[in-house]
């Protein structure tokens, strides 16, 4: 009973700030925050189920969420006819090229015993083939990036509903992750961490620099929405109706409506997650995983397979990472290739699953909350606080203009705080897990 009173408080006492700065600022600064904790908070399970569940490292997080944001942009955008007919066939021929390489890699390494042969046939194979398959994709991708690069220099999507790219993310970041967890899974805490890290750069890297696919560094804007458009509201006669009753102005009602539909599609989602996680940690599977994560050694003399169980909840988490990453992207609009940064995508998300409680899914959830709420609304607060502290001070005063230019770099600082508060009052999260 206790457990759930806490759980309910400190919900409530979000609800509660999120309404706040709806009465203080506007519902339109409250639902954004509202939309943005929704994605965070998926993005924190994801991270909970690998850390929370099986004690993985995972500081790759970053990548994976770029994949769903690329698998949006594949999904939604219309395919440039121009660009398919300049180098399309030199593309998919390069690719089926990559995929021969693999195939013919992984024959020779499982019919060859001999490890010296077998080792160099697959290094010469790997070898020529990289130069075979980028002497056909790179005239192809040079044809493609100069279809009017103003506007397009890419090859476009499929131009299917967006919405079809939350799952499609979610398997295209889970393939990923099955083949680095293939590679990485096994080594030690620390290496497992570097190699994650090294591979989320590598995923981000190719996402700013091939323009042939993502328009690199240029972006991808426009991304169509699972919503309607605010011009479409307001010309719309029920629209209207509804925002007359309410004695709102169409305009600034419209908004407010868009941000809502968006609010209850990723609820929705969440919710599913959340119920599927709560389910899979309460099973005989989620005792096995956290039996794992406590003590391997004796896992595995009980006949578990380590590596297998580590792979399939690396694979589980990472495919939540990508529907949020597909989420954030559709959210947003526009493929940012340059926007996925550590700081947001991955330690930033540590820090939620941290402050609200690894190992329980609800703390997750909360922290998701907690920490991009601070992250968003540290800056007003800090030119608040520092307002009135200087409120005595002369307004031409350079200490006075140099406090309040600081302000807005007070969210590191409040973000440290609150972990450092967490850590010291309570160890184990907001919301511990239940032993």
């Given at each position: 009973m206790k457990s759930i009173f806490r759980h309910v408080f400190l919900f409530a006492i979000m609800a509660g700030l999120i309404v706040l700065v709806g009465q203080i600022q506007s519902w339109n600064v409250a639902l954004s925050i509202l939309n943005?904790?929704?994605?965070?908070?998926?993005?924190?399970?994801?991270?909970?189920?690998?850390?929370g569940y099986a004690g993985l490292f995972n500081v790759g997080v970053m990548g994976f969420a770029a994949l769903g944001g690329l698998a949006a942009m594949l999904i939604s955008m219309p395919p440039v006819h121009e660009a398919i007919a300049a180098g399309g066939k030199g593309v998919l021929f390069s690719l089926l090229i990559l995929i021969a390489i693999i195939v013919l890699s992984v024959f020779i390494y499982r019919k060859i015993?001999?490890?010296?042969?077998?080792?160099?046939?697959?290094?010469?194979?790997?070898?020529?083939?990289?130069?075979?398959?980028?002497?056909?994709?790179?005239?192809?991708?040079?044809?493609?990036?100069?279809?009017s690069p103003a506007a397009t220099g890419y090859?476009?999507?499929?131009?299917?509903?967006?919405?079809?790219?939350?799952?499609?993310?979610?398997?295209?970041?889970?393939a990923v992750a099955w083949l680095v967890g293939k590679i990485t899974l096994g080594l030690r805490t620390d290496y497992l961490a570097i190699a994650t890290l090294g591979i989320s750069e590598i995923i981000v890297a190719v996402l700013k620099h091939e323009d042939w696919m993502t328009r690199g560094v240029k972006n991808v804007t426009g991304l169509p929405r699972p919503?309607?458009?605010?011009?479409?509201l307001q010309n719309a006669d029920w629209f209207l109706s509804l925002a007359g009753r309410f004695g709102?102005?169409?305009?600034?009602?419209?908004?407010?409506?868009?941000?809502?539909?968006y609010a209850a599609l990723f609820a929705v989602v969440l919710l599913i997650v959340l119920y599927l996680s709560e389910k899979a940690l309460r099973?005989?599977?989620?005792?096995?995983?956290?039996?794992?994560?406590?003590?391997?050694?004796?896992?595995?003399?009980?006949?578990?397979?380590?590596?297998?169980?580590?792979?399939?909840?690396?694979?589980?988490?990472?495919?939540?990472?990508?529907?949020?990453?597909?989420?954030?992207?559709?959210?947003?609009?526009?493929?940012?290739?340059?926007?996925?940064?550590?700081?947001r995508f991955t330690f930033l998300i540590w820090v939620m699953v941290?402050?609200?409680?690894?190992?329980?899914?609800?703390?997750?959830?909360?922290?998701?909350?907690?920490?991009?709420?601070?992250?968003?609304?540290?800056?007003?607060?800090?030119?608040?606080?520092?307002?009135?502290?200087?409120?005595?001070?002369?307004?031409?005063?350079?200490?006075?203009?140099?406090?309040?230019?600081?302000?807005?770099?007070?969210?590191?600082?409040?973000?440290?705080?609150?972990?450092?508060?967490?850590?010291?009052?309570?160890?184990?999260?907001?919301?511990?897990?239940?032993?």
């Open positions: 943005l904790c929704l994605i965070s908070a998926i993005m924190a399970l994801g991270v909970n189920m690998q850390w015993s001999f490890p010296p042969v077998r080792m160099t046939l697959v290094v010469i194979i790997a070898i020529v083939g990289f130069f075979l398959m980028r002497s056909v994709l790179d005239p192809a991708t040079a044809a493609i990036e100069k279809v090859l476009g999507g499929f131009g299917l509903p967006i919405i079809i790219a939350w799952p499609i993310g979610g398997i295209l970041a889970g919503v309607p458009y605010e011009v479409n709102a102005d169409p305009v600034t009602f419209s908004s407010l409506f868009v941000k809502l539909c099973s005989p599977w989620g005792r096995m995983m956290r039996a794992i994560r406590d003590n391997e050694v004796s896992a595995s003399a009980m006949g578990k397979n380590i590596k297998a169980r580590h792979l399939q909840v690396f694979i589980l988490g990472s495919i939540v990472v990508g529907i949020a990453g597909a989420m954030l992207t559709t959210l947003d609009g526009q493929l940012t290739p340059t926007a996925y940064q550590p700081l941290i402050v609200g409680g690894s190992g329980n899914n609800w703390g997750a959830v909360l922290g998701g909350f907690v920490i991009w709420f601070f992250w968003i609304e540290a800056e007003p607060l800090g030119l608040w606080l520092m307002d009135v502290l200087t409120s005595g001070m002369d307004s031409e005063s350079a200490l006075r203009a140099h406090l309040l230019e600081s302000a807005a770099h007070m969210r590191l600082m409040t973000m440290g705080l609150i972990l450092l508060l967490t850590l010291r009052f309570s160890p184990r999260g907001l919301l511990p897990e239940r032993s």
